[in-house]
């Protein structure tokens, strides 16, 4: 099993930045990749960004070059450092351990850009 607590999210200017976290325990060693999501409502949940247990990382074209990913080994936590945010970035951020077996999912962290 493996637990997520996400955190970081908040009400942000646009333009501004946020960095969310997601901290894991339990049965870390078996994760394949660390992936977040976001999901407005009405909308369906979408594919942000990833990193893999041998730290590679993809993004989506929505955020690339906006949107960065990384990890901390030592804490066992993921990041997404977000720059640029604009309004449309507007969601509820979730976080993703895959594992070959399963999928388990974070709380979920509300993020609001908005003047």
């Known amino acids: 099993q493996v637990q997520l607590v996400e955190s970081g999210g908040g009400l942000v200017q646009p333009g501004g930045s946020l960095r969310l976290s997601c901290a894991a325990s339990?049965?870390?060693?078996?994760?394949?990749?660390m992936k977040w999501y976001r999901q407005a409502p009405g909308k369906q949940r979408d594919f942000i960004a990833e990193?893999?247990?041998?730290?590679?990382?993809s993004s989506a074209d929505s955020v690339k070059g906006r949107f960065t990913i990384s990890r901390d080994t030592t804490k066992n936590t993921v990041y997404l450092q977000m720059n640029s945010l604009k309004p449309e970035d507007t969601a509820v951020y979730y976080c993703?351990?895959?594992?070959?077996?399963?999928?388990?999912w974070g709380q979920g962290t509300q993020v609001t850009v908005s003047s």
């Open positions: 993703k351990a895959q594992t070959v077996a399963s999928s388990y």
């Open positions: 990193i893999t247990s041998g730290g590679s990382t």
């Open positions: 339990g049965r870390i060693f078996n994760i394949d990749a």
